[in-house]
């Protein structure tokens, strides 16, 4: 490992753990193997894995020498067969020639399946080169097998000659990942190196949290999409998103909770004030399906917060041990937060304040003035009868607003409008609902939200009669229901302004530091 960590230290900033970055490289041709080298190296990679199954035609003498000659990175030499996800199909002789070529014109790393580990030992005959590490791999492409399964993998692993253990399964649930992580842990306890993924989107805590648990290295792409298993976050995301280079053991850990979640731009808030406040912790997507399971099974303290988005809002509250009196009226929460002293779940809501406001200030920006709220006497009607649906009716409620629900399931609507005390209107009677002028209509739903950015929850024509209107919606962040309003003539307040807006609360429950709202607007005003 001396060799790659000493390779790395120029240029990086600040670093607080050892986990390499391995930049998969995967081309055609030996040129252009050669060029993703130095574009690894000028992104901040600390060792390229180089895919010699991948490339068109291959020379083992010629290639090989090129490859570790001009690579200005340690080296990683995979040659992966198609029966363990690989591009390769020939003979294993070929293969395990062309392997121990790579050990002996000075390759730091080769990678060997567990499978064919054994084979490959014989074919060596004891003549391993002392500077080339052996990583014996294994890949399983449908799930993750138990602990104890895991356990007796890494035994065989070691037993096949590893110099570093390498594993990757596949999340089923994001719930997968903690055993991988008791394994690391383990492992890392008696000094075994240990490369550790799940993939897919569900795995993706396991590809940033390795440094927490001591893990050997993690992957990262040059480019979004081109990887070399399910759910590589790109370099750059490693290192600017998730400040990959600041995690170490005492790291927090935070992140926002739904399904989906990959569009949400909270980690790239958090993160990033964060790391301007010196406060160790890092803000992950986690891509949930099952909450209570999610909560039991990160139970740690280590795990210290969360952000809550569609479709958990309401279950989440059902699960905290202690609730806001706000988030209780309104029936749903958006931030959990871990108490350290005893590790119980205290729930809040953040939204209600957040769109509240911002409606507010759009109101005030259109000419309304005053000591009361420019909503007291309003119709505002909320779109959505979920978590965020019952915030805002909560917040435009307790402002003076007469509210409205509408819902695609009129029961739902009826429910909410009957606790709060307004008038329950289907989705499709909002085409011909105008009782008066001048007033506000909220959309909480997803509807409209990326990749479905054709969709409306009402019909351009029907937003004559709204003073402003808001989408909670905030990629895009002109939706085309805001598009659609403003050619009409009304104000509209983006899902962005929301966003901001009920962060700052929550950054200060995570951290117990103040938000930093102007680096929160700077940082949002680019979307």
Same mark, same amino acid.
């Given at each position: 490992?001396?060799?790659?960590?000493?390779?790395?230290?120029?240029?990086?900033?600040?670093?607080?753990?050892?986990?390499?970055?391995?930049?998969?490289?995967?081309?055609?041709?030996?040129?252009?193997?050669?060029?993703?080298?130095?574009?690894?190296?000028?992104?901040?990679?600390?060792?390229?894995?180089?895919?010699?199954?991948?490339?068109?035609?291959?020379?083992?003498?010629?290639?090989?020498?090129?490859?570790?000659?001009?690579?200005?990175?340690?080296?990683?030499?995979?040659?992966?067969?198609?029966?363990?996800?690989?591009?390769?199909?020939?003979?294993?002789?070929?293969?395990?020639?062309?392997?121990?070529?790579?050990?002996?014109?000075?390759?730091?790393?080769?990678?060997?399946?567990?499978?064919?580990?054994?084979?490959?030992?014989?074919?060596?005959?004891?003549?391993?080169?002392?500077?080339?590490?052996?990583?014996?791999?294994?890949?399983?492409?449908?799930?993750?097998?138990?602990?104890?399964?895991?356990?007796?993998?890494?035994?065989?692993?070691?037993?096949?000659?590893?110099?570093?253990?390498?594993?990757?399964?596949?999340?089923?649930?994001?719930?997968?990942?903690?055993?991988?992580?008791?394994?690391?842990?383990?492992?890392?306890?008696?000094?075994?190196?240990?490369?550790?993924?799940?993939?897919?989107?569900?795995?993706?805590?396991?590809? +940033?949290?390795? %440094?927490?648990? /001591?893990?050997?290295?993690?992957?990262? $792409?040059?480019?979004? =999409?081109?990887? #070399? !298993?399910?759910?590589?976050?790109?370099?750059?995301?490693?290192?600017?998103?998730?400040?990959?280079?600041?995690?170490?053991?005492?790291?927090?850990?935070?992140?926002?909770?739904?399904?989906?979640?990959?569009?949400?731009?909270?980690?790239?808030?958090?993160?990033?004030?964060?790391?301007?406040?010196?406060?160790?912790?890092?803000?992950?997507?986690?891509?949930?399906?099952?909450?209570?399971?999610?909560?039991?099974?990160?139970?740690?303290?280590?795990?210290?917060?969360?952000?809550?988005?569609?479709?958990?809002?309401?279950?989440?509250?059902?699960?905290?041990?202690?609730?806001?009196?706000?988030?209780?009226?309104?029936?749903?929460?958006?931030?959990? +937060?871990?108490? %350290?002293?005893? /590790?119980?779940?205290?729930?809040?809501? $953040?939204?209600?304040? =957040?769109?509240? #406001? !911002?409606?507010?200030?759009?109101?005030?920006?259109?000419?309304?003035?005053?000591?009361?709220?420019?909503?007291?006497?309003?119709?505002?009607?909320?779109?959505?009868?979920?978590?965020?649906?019952?915030?805002?009716?909560?917040?435009?409620?307790?402002?003076?607003?007469?509210?409205?629900?509408?819902?695609?399931?009129?029961?739902?609507?009826?429910?909410?409008?009957?606790?709060?005390?307004?008038?329950?209107?289907?989705?499709?009677?909002?085409?011909?609902?105008?009782?008066?002028?001048?007033?506000?209509?909220?959309?909480?739903?997803?509807?409209?939200?990326?990749?479905?950015?054709?969709?409306?929850?009402?019909?351009?024509?029907?937003?004559?009669?709204?003073?402003?209107?808001?989408?909670?919606?905030?990629?895009?962040?002109? $939706?085309?229901?805001? =598009?659609?309003?403003?050619?009409?003539?009304?104000?509209?307040?983006?899902?962005?302004?929301?966003?901001?807006?009920?962060?700052?609360?929550?950054?200060?429950?995570?951290?117990?530091?103040?938000?930093?709202?102007?680096?929160?607007?700077?940082?949002?005003?680019?979307?």
């Amino acid at each position: 490992m001396e060799i790659a960590v000493e390779s790395m230290a120029s240029g990086v900033g600040m670093r607080k753990n050892q986990t390499l970055i391995c930049a998969p490289l995967m081309a055609d041709t030996v040129d252009q193997v050669v060029n993703l080298m130095h574009k690894s190296k000028a992104t901040g990679a600390d060792i390229v894995e180089i895919r010699l199954d991948h490339l068109k035609s291959f020379d083992p003498h010629s290639d090989v020498e090129k490859l570790i000659k001009e690579c200005p990175l340690p080296t990683l030499f995979t040659y992966r067969p198609i029966w363990e996800g690989g591009q390769y199909d020939g003979d294993e002789n070929t293969r395990f020639n062309a392997l121990q070529l790579c050990m002996k014109l000075g390759a730091d790393h080769i990678d060997i399946e567990l499978k064919a580990a054994n084979e490959f030992n014989k074919f060596l005959n004891g003549d391993k080169p002392e500077k080339c590490k052996v990583i014996v791999s294994s890949h399983n492409y449908d799930s993750t097998p138990s602990s104890e399964e895991l356990g007796n993998l890494v035994a065989r692993i070691q037993t096949a000659g590893a110099d570093i253990v390498k594993f990757a399964t596949t999340a089923v649930d994001i719930t997968d990942v903690a055993r991988v992580f008791q394994i690391t842990v383990h492992c890392q306890s008696f000094q075994v190196p240990i490369i550790a993924m799940v993939m897919g989107e569900r795995g993706l805590m396991s590809r +940033i949290l390795c %440094p927490k648990f /001591g893990g050997y290295l993690t992957f990262g $792409t040059l480019e979004a =999409g081109k990887v #070399s !298993a399910p759910g590589q976050p790109t370099i750059e995301q490693l290192l600017n998103l998730y400040n990959f280079r600041l995690i170490d053991s005492d790291t927090k850990v935070f992140g926002i909770i739904g399904k989906p979640v990959s569009h949400s731009k909270s980690p790239k808030l958090y993160n990033r004030a964060f790391r301007e406040d010196g406060f160790n912790g890092v803000f992950l997507h986690l891509l949930v399906d099952d909450l209570p399971k999610f909560f039991d099974t990160y139970s740690s303290p280590d795990f210290s917060g969360f952000s809550c988005t569609i479709p958990h809002k309401e279950v989440a509250l059902s699960r905290c041990d202690e609730v806001d009196p706000v988030a209780k009226s309104i029936g749903a929460v958006n931030c959990v +937060i871990r108490r %350290p002293n005893d /590790g119980k779940l205290f729930g809040c809501n $953040t939204d209600y304040i =957040g769109a509240i #406001s !911002a409606i507010e200030d759009g109101l005030r920006e259109n000419g309304a003035s005053g000591p009361v709220s420019p909503l007291a006497g309003k119709l505002f009607v909320v779109i959505g009868a979920g978590g965020a649906g019952k915030a805002l009716a909560y917040g435009a409620k307790e402002k003076g607003a007469r509210v409205v629900i509408a819902n695609r399931t009129y029961e739902r609507a009826k429910e909410l409008a009957d606790i709060i005390g307004g008038q329950a209107l289907s989705l499709a009677d909002l085409e011909s609902f105008h009782p008066e002028s001048g007033m506000i209509l909220a959309n909480t739903t997803s509807i409209g939200m990326q990749p479905k950015i054709e969709e409306t929850p009402v019909p351009k024509e029907a937003l004559r009669h709204y003073e402003l209107v808001f989408d909670a919606v905030y990629t895009p962040k002109i $939706t085309r229901l805001l =598009g659609e309003a403003q050619e009409v003539g009304a104000k509209i307040v983006t899902g962005v302004e929301m966003f901001i807006g009920q962060a700052y609360e929550q950054y200060e429950r995570f951290t117990g530091l103040p938000a930093p709202k102007q680096l929160f607007k700077e940082i949002m005003g680019d979307h």
